[in-house]
């Protein structure tokens, strides 16, 4: 009789205590923005066509190594198995925008109302829409991974959403701030698209189909993709000092701001995963397929939400804010949510 203990997943040092280097680099940021204000503005002011340069170059740093992950000649095995992908797709494009938005607007621009004037309300909302329409890319593995999920699949659901955010993202966030009332800066919002979804996206498929040729599937994925993710999280945790030092002004004037964003952040990511966790199970999903389609619905591709907000608002914005609020409630978040489908397992078929 075989005994071995089957070792048990663990997600990786960065990952598990991102949230803690986030909240690190909030407070760092903010007394960096009281004690060397003339620094932050200078900083601020390295602008190209409203895109803040040194922003611009981490966004890139933490995108870029995601987008080497997609295979999209993966998609071609959707047909075989295709309502997994159903789910992710009516999940990602058809609901959660329109709920994101609902849950910002009820909050924001009603029961906030009191302490929140009606235009910072609106670029609140404009943040948490951002969020909304973003699904993630990236963290979804991790998620994926430590909730037995099935790898290959997960990939195929992130690269059809991948596609999806080519064509639907501008037009959607057009929509959803349109019924704001925020007048959308469309030729702002499409090159905010092609320089941090199109150029790092085709830059990646290249490199990755270089490399692969070059040096084999197993090198890629087993050495050179390890190497590759501390720059990507280095560049998140720099992007927040920096936004924070930007935003430290109203921090410090209104602290409580951060549990009034979280607040709507944390609603709308339990009511989406568990909209998709029932739904998966009522269509006899399997769960290795069910939990990564729930766990995409209700993570963000934070990173892009971050980027068009500053894009389109300003590095000082209440939208931006937002954005980046959605980074530090979402991984205890994700990682209860783990939890949850991972006690769940055995109520699926087998």
């Not at 709920?99 to 948490?128: R, V």
């Not at 549990?259 to 009511?271: D, E, G, S």
């Not at 269509?283 to 591709?301: E, K, T």
Request: aromatic fraction near 14%.
């Amino acid at each position: 009789m075989n005994t071995q203990k089957i070792p048990k997943k663990k997600i990786a040092f960065f990952e598990k205590y991102l949230t803690l280097w986030v909240a690190i680099c909030i407070i760092l940021g903010v007394v960096i923005g009281s004690i060397a204000p003339d620094s932050t503005t200078y900083l601020s002011g390295l602008e190209i066509y409203k895109v803040n340069i040194p922003i611009a170059i981490l966004m890139w740093m933490m995108i870029y190594p995601m987008m080497l992950q997609i295979d999209f000649s993966s998609i071609k095995k959707v047909s075989k198995k295709p309502k997994g992908i159903v789910l992710t797709v009516v999940i990602n494009w058809l609901i959660k925008p329109f709920t994101m938005a609902f849950f910002a607007w009820l909050f924001f621009s009603n029961l906030y109302s009191a302490f929140i004037t009606p235009d910072m309300a609106k670029e609140y909302i404009a943040g948490a829409i951002l969020l909304g329409v973003a699904p993630c890319t990236a963290m979804v593995f991790v998620w994926s991974y430590l909730s037995d999920g099935d790898a290959n699949y997960t990939l195929m659901q992130v690269s059809v959403n991948d596609l999806i955010i080519l064509v639907a993202f501008v037009p959607l966030v057009g929509l959803l701030l349109g019924i704001t009332n925020v007048i959308v800066p469309y030729n702002t919002l499409i090159m905010s698209i092609v320089v941090f979804v199109v150029v790092p996206l085709v830059a990646g498929v290249f490199t990755n189909r270089y490399l692969v040729s070059k040096h084999g599937e197993e090198w890629f994925t087993q050495r050179f993709l390890p190497k590759l993710k501390p720059m990507s999280i280095i560049a998140l945790l720099l992007t927040l000092v920096f936004l924070f030092a930007f935003q430290g002004g109203n921090i410090i004037n209104d602290p409580l701001i951060i549990l009034y964003i979280a607040i709507p952040l944390i609603i709308q990511t339990y009511f989406i995963f568990f909209i998709a966790w029932f739904i998966g199970k009522k269509i006899m999903l399997p769960y290795a397929v069910c939990a990564p389609a729930a766990m995409i619905g209700a993570s963000n591709f934070f990173e892009l939400a971050v980027a068009v907000a500053i894009a389109l608002f300003g590095l000082h914005s209440p939208a931006a804010l937002v954005c980046v609020v959605g980074v530090l409630v979402e991984v205890p978040l994700m990682l209860s949510l783990v939890a949850f489908a991972n006690r769940r397992k055995l109520s699926f078929p087998h």
